[in-house]
């Protein structure tokens, strides 16, 4: 899609806006984005409209061969939803207001909870492949922050509160609905690096004495975008490899989107109950 190339970010924030607004005129108050190998949650949606990223104008393109770039809009457990299958990393070479630019888009289109879900490495000595974090802390490693520059004054204030970003009351309902239904979910801190390259031992280890218990390369940025606009976050990690001394091995994306399979019967299940409860 060709666009004018001078519109300052907001516009192009509203150019997309009015873009995705003229072909689906709702306003879904729920967004979610899913992680790598862990789109099935769309098959309980009802989807009512679907738009290829490609077509949205200024929308990034995602580039990792696991993810089809779409949004997905629709009813989940009755609830309207906007949905982002495939989302923008920074090691993928997207700036971070590139890789934070649907989050903009979908605070414009009425989202007020954002729920989000990764694959990541399980730093936690006690964690095992295919369980599930819910993220209720971050440490952010980026080497960009998705706020640098001038404040967006229309979307938040210049130096947000980050002392709970990931709602309390949603964790403990995560953690609840986990429990009620046999699932064997952790809690914990959620660490991310720019990537592509995964970690050396060392780093693993590092990564967990600063207090990380999984660590990945996403939604940090898009949860620190989510929360300058002071929408409510929910974020759930699927634990695809182990990270902790001893049991570090190499591993491939077809062993991350095994893990990942196996947790998300359980991630999807938590999700619905969550929305259901919104
Ligand atoms: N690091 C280690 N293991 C992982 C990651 C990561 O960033 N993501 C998924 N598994």
Redesign the pocket.
């Known amino acids: 899609m060709t666009s004018p190339s001078t519109l300052s970010y907001t516009e192009q924030i509203d150019f997309a806006f009015e873009y995705i607004q003229k072909r689906y005129p709702q306003s879904p108050g729920i967004g979610i984005i899913l992680g790598?190998g862990l789109g099935q949650l769309i098959q309980h949606i009802e989807i009512e409209m679907e738009i290829p990223y490609e077509s949205i104008p200024f929308f990034p393109v995602s580039t990792v061969e696991s993810h089809h770039g779409k949004l997905i809009f629709g009813k989940l457990s009755g609830k309207s939803v906007v949905v982002m299958k495939g989302r923008f990393h920074y090691y993928e070479g997207y700036s971070m207001k590139e890789v934070t630019f649907p989050v903009r888009v979908m605070k414009k289109l009425g989202i007020g909870h954002l729920f989000v879900s990764?694959?990541?490495?399980g730093l936690n000595p006690d964690y095992g492949i295919g369980e599930l974090m819910i993220i209720n802390d971050h440490i952010d490693l980026f080497p960009e922050n998705p706020l640098r520059g001038k404040n967006l004054d229309a979307f938040g204030v210049r130096f947000p509160d980050m002392s709970e970003p990931y709602d309390s009351s949603l964790v403990k309902k995560g953690m609840e609905i986990a429990a009620a239904n046999g699932l064997n979910v952790h809690q914990g801190v959620y660490a991310?690096?720019q990537?592509p390259n995964?970690?050396t031992k060392a780093e693993?280890k590092y990564l967990r004495t600063i207090g990380g218990d999984a660590?990945?390369?996403s939604t940090i940025p898009e949860v620190i975008v989510a929360r300058h606009m002071e929408m409510t976050v929910f974020a759930i990690s699927a634990i695809?490899?182990l990270?902790s001394p001893g049991k570090v091995r190499k591993?491939s994306l077809a062993e991350?989107l095994a893990?990942a399979a196996k947790a998300e019967p359980g991630m999807s299940l938590i999700i619905r109950e969550l929305v259901k409860s919104l």
Not at 118 to 121: D, L, R, V
């Open positions: 790598t990764n694959a990541a490495g991310a690096v990537g995964l970690e693993y660590i990945g390369m695809t490899d990270c591993i991350v893990g």
